[in-house]
């Protein structure tokens, strides 16, 4: 019902032209997706396996399916995949990614709530816990950290494909030392406040054009204490979509990072397809960089995934 009063919506203001592609691709993408194989990771939990996490909500668990399995697939190596799902998902969709990625650890709101919410109490943080009840995103800092078994964690977004194999970011993986990676974001500052803010208030000098979309973290690099110490500030923006990149950015900034080649490893889609090894389709759900990811990133990974 809330579909067609929507539909009836967009023809009504002139809009249906401008929402036709979102909708056309996705319902397209939809059926394509299941002529596809299951795709077979480690085991949450499997020791020296990095893990690659991942967020979630109904309506994005399409380009997750297609993101999970085109990392995977170029990945070449073992990961374990978790994913977080936030309160929109239902048994439904839960039993659709479980039949596409059936070795996909699966963290439901409530699950994690249980989890995550008893051990930042007896803790203290209590700014960690109101941080993750008011923004999604914060899940991607606190839980995926809280929840890990892995030493290293890829934070992976569900608008990301990828489409060579991935062998600079192995050899990353596979380095001893405890480097972070990012991909290069296309603004300077993709942060919830401004860098002289983040010195003001965190005491780090920000690097810039770190995205948290599609990035490596060393787990030790995730200090809570300091987290809650950051999030406690006064006036610090909780709400933002970027709040929770803003704080894994000063965490990273200082230390040893790594930032992936912007013509191989792409944020934004500056480069196309045929160019990049990966893309982050970062944007609004109907800009012309999101109907690209379906229009053209997924048709080749279907493809890819058919062979």
Same mark, same amino acid.
């Given at each position: 019902?809330?579909? /067609?009063?929507?539909?009836?919506?967009?023809?009504?203001?002139?809009?249906?032209?401008?929402?036709?592609?979102?909708?056309?691709?996705?319902?397209?993408?939809?059926?394509?997706?299941?002529?596809?194989?299951?795709?077979?990771?480690?085991?949450?939990?499997?020791?020296?396996?990095?893990?690659?996490?991942?967020?979630?909500?109904?309506?994005?668990?399409?380009?997750?399916?297609?993101?999970?399995?085109?990392?995977?697939?170029?990945?070449?190596?073992?990961?374990?995949?978790?994913?977080?799902?936030?309160?929109?998902?239902?048994?439904?969709?839960?039993?659709? &990614?479980?039949?596409?990625?059936?070795?996909?650890?699966?963290? &439901?709101?409530?699950?994690?709530?249980?989890?995550?919410? #008893?051990?930042?109490?007896?803790?203290?943080?209590?700014?960690?816990?109101?941080?993750?009840?008011?923004?999604?995103?914060? @899940?991607?800092? &606190?839980?995926?950290?809280?929840?890990?078994?892995?030493?290293?964690?890829? /934070?992976?977004?569900?608008?990301?494909? @990828?489409?060579?194999?991935?062998?600079?970011?192995?050899?990353?993986?596979?380095?001893?030392?405890?480097?972070?990676?990012?991909?290069?974001?296309?603004?300077?500052?993709?942060?919830?406040?401004?860098?002289?803010? &983040?010195?003001?208030?965190?005491?780090?000098?920000?690097? #810039? $054009?770190?995205?948290?979309?599609?990035?490596?973290?060393?787990?030790?690099?995730?200090?809570?204490?300091?987290?809650?110490?950051?999030?406690?500030?006064?006036?610090?923006?909780?709400?933002?979509?970027?709040?929770?990149?803003?704080?894994?950015?000063?965490?990273?900034?200082?230390?040893?990072?790594?930032?992936?080649?912007?013509?191989?490893?792409?944020?934004?889609?500056?480069?196309?397809?045929?160019?990049?090894?990966?893309?982050?389709?970062?944007?609004?759900?109907?800009?012309?960089?999101?109907? @690209?990811?379906?229009?053209?990133?997924?048709?080749?990974?279907?493809?890819?995934? $058919?062979?």
């Amino acid at each position: 019902m809330s579909k /067609l009063r929507t539909l009836i919506k967009t023809l009504q203001t002139g809009q249906f032209w401008y929402l036709f592609p979102h909708y056309y691709y996705l319902r397209k993408r939809s059926i394509d997706i299941e002529q596809t194989m299951p795709v077979t990771t480690a085991n949450y939990g499997t020791p020296n396996v990095t893990e690659v996490h991942m967020l979630t909500g109904a309506k994005h668990h399409l380009d997750l399916l297609y993101a999970a399995k085109s990392f995977v697939y170029h990945y070449q190596a073992p990961v374990s995949l978790v994913i977080h799902t936030d309160v929109s998902v239902n048994d439904e969709v839960i039993q659709r &990614i479980k039949r596409h990625l059936p070795q996909a650890k699966i963290f &439901i709101r409530q699950e994690r709530d249980q989890l995550v919410e #008893p051990e930042l109490e007896k803790r203290g943080l209590i700014h960690c816990q109101e941080f993750r009840r008011i923004n999604v995103f914060g @899940a991607k800092l &606190i839980d995926a950290f809280m929840l890990s078994q892995s030493d290293k964690i890829i /934070l992976l977004d569900t608008d990301c494909l @990828a489409f060579k194999p991935l062998h600079k970011l192995r050899e990353l993986v596979n380095n001893p030392q405890p480097i972070n990676v990012f991909a290069k974001d296309p603004e300077k500052y993709p942060y919830s406040i401004s860098s002289e803010k &983040i010195k003001q208030y965190f005491g780090v000098d920000i690097k #810039p $054009h770190l995205c948290a979309g599609f990035c490596l973290i060393n787990h030790q690099l995730i200090d809570f204490d300091i987290v809650e110490k950051w999030l406690s500030t006064p006036g610090y923006p909780m709400h933002h979509h970027f709040a929770e990149q803003t704080i894994t950015a000063a965490l990273a900034s200082q230390s040893d990072l790594v930032i992936l080649p912007d013509d191989e490893f792409n944020t934004g889609r500056l480069y196309d397809e045929k160019t990049c090894s990966f893309i982050h389709y970062c944007g609004h759900y109907l800009s012309g960089t999101r109907i @690209a990811m379906r229009k053209i990133g997924q048709s080749i990974v279907l493809k890819q995934l $058919h062979v």
